[in-house]
T-cell receptor
Framework: GQNIDQPTEMTATEGAIVQINCTYQ??????LFWYQQHAGEAPTFLSY????GLEEKGRFSSFLSRSKGYSYLLLKELQMKDSASYLC??????????????FGKGTHLIIQP | ETGVTQTPRHLVMGMTNKKSLKCEQH?????MYWYKQSAKKPLELMFV???????ENNSVPSRFSPECPNSSHLFLHLHTLQPEDSALYLC?????????????FGPGTRLTVL
């Protein structure tokens, strides 16, 4: 089976840094995604990791450790518009066939002034 | 039109009705997906189509019936639904299924079953 855990809710202050963690247990591993979803809107892609290490993209960075089944999304210089849900998704490998990723429940991030 | 579009955006139906959700992607992708998003639950993958062939059905009840006539269009036919089927139904596409490609999501159809 596949299991993905991330905190339900986090609160941070405008201008600060926040780290959202994600742990996973999957049948094989073929990449980890982070998506951002504002209330009432579709998820939008933030980052993709398939090898261990840190991927940096502007104010957002994502880290992966495959041996630990662990990833985090780091958001710097937080802005009010960063208030959203952040979804961790893992693509496993099942039966060798085409596969859709499995999503965690998402972390609702609240940015306070 | 660009990206992934879905119609209708909102749908209210009775348990005996038959309705269809439509998804269209203008990205030249070959894989399309249906997801269900309920409150307090993770996105649940329902169906995957790769090059018009269904490659995954995540034990979805038969009252949900997908159709993929070509790589750009995906339908979800609904009949005799239950109130617990009320949710946001999201369509997504990617270059191919099973690869590292990013999924692009449509805005979703908010479904209410009375």
């Amino acid at each position: 089976g596949q299991n993905i855990d991330q905190p339900t809710e986090m609160t941070a202050t405008e201008g600060a840094i926040v780290q959202i963690n994600c742990t996973y247990q999957t049948s094989g591993f073929n990449g980890l995604f982070w998506y951002q979803q504002h209330a009432g809107e579709a998820p939008t892609f933030l980052s993709y990791n398939v090898l261990d290490g840190l991927e940096e993209k502007g104010r957002f960075s994502s880290f992966l450790s495959r041996s630990k089944g662990y990833s985090y999304l780091l958001l710097k210089e937080l802005q009010m518009k960063d208030s959203a849900s952040y979804l961790c998704a893992v693509r496993g490998v099942r039966g060798g066939g085409a596969d859709g990723p499995t999503f965690g429940k998402g972390t609702h991030l609240i940015i306070q002034p | 039109e660009t990206g992934v579009t879905q119609t209708p955006r909102h749908l209210v139906m009775g348990m005996t009705n038959k309705k269809s959700l439509k998804c269209e992607q203008h990205l030249g992708h070959n894989a399309m997906y249906w997801y269900k998003q309920s409150a307090k639950k993770p996105l649940e993958l329902m169906f995957v189509y790769n090059f018009k062939e269904q490659t995954e059905n995540n034990s979805v009840p038969s009252r949900f019936s997908p159709e993929c006539p070509n790589s750009s269009h995906l339908f979800l036919h609904l009949h005799t639904l239950q109130p617990e089927d009320s949710a946001l139904y999201l369509c997504a596409s990617s270059q191919v299924a099973g690869g590292p490609d990013t999924q692009y999501f449509g805005p979703g159809t908010r479904l209410t079953v009375l």
